[in-house]
Nanobody, 121 residues
Framework: QVQLVESGGGLVQAGGSLRLSCAASGNIFSVNTMGWYRQAPGKQRELVAFITSGGSTNYEDSVKGRFTISRDNAKNTVFLQMNSLKPEDTAVYYC???????????????WGRGTQVTVSS
């Protein structure tokens, strides 16, 4: 069994910062790409950023220059540093990871339960 547990969400004023964390635990052989998605009320879930096991990153256009994704491979943890937050960043943020278990050759996608980020104007 694999679990992804997010932390670090909350309420912040526009222009402020938050740091999200997501730790993967359980029956893990290796963790490939890890990422963050978000879903605002009435909208579809969208990719915010992802980072490969080798450290390559990719960002959604609206967060480029404001958000930074990083990871600690030894702890199977991914982070999202969010600066210069805007009210339109308000959403539930979900962690996602492609994980290979010791008994499987192929990665499977796992999701966290989400953490609320609210940015007030």
């Amino acid at each position: 069994q694999v679990q992804l547990v997010e932390s670090g969400g909350g309420l912040v004023q526009a222009g402020g910062s938050l740091r999200l964390s997501c730790a993967a635990s359980g029956n893990i052989f290796s963790v490939n790409t890890m990422g963050w998605y978000r879903q605002a009320p009435g909208k579809q879930r969208e990719l915010v950023a992802f980072i490969t096991s080798g450290g390559s990153t990719n960002y959604e256009d609206s967060v480029k220059g404001r958000f930074t994704i990083s990871r600690d491979n030894a702890k199977n943890t991914v982070f999202l540093q969010m600066n210069s937050l805007k009210p339109e960043d308000t959403a539930v943020y979900y962690c996602n990871a492609d994980i290979i278990s010791p008994v499987s050759r192929y990665p499977r996608a796992y999701w966290g339960r989400g953490t609320q980020v609210t940015v007030s104007s």
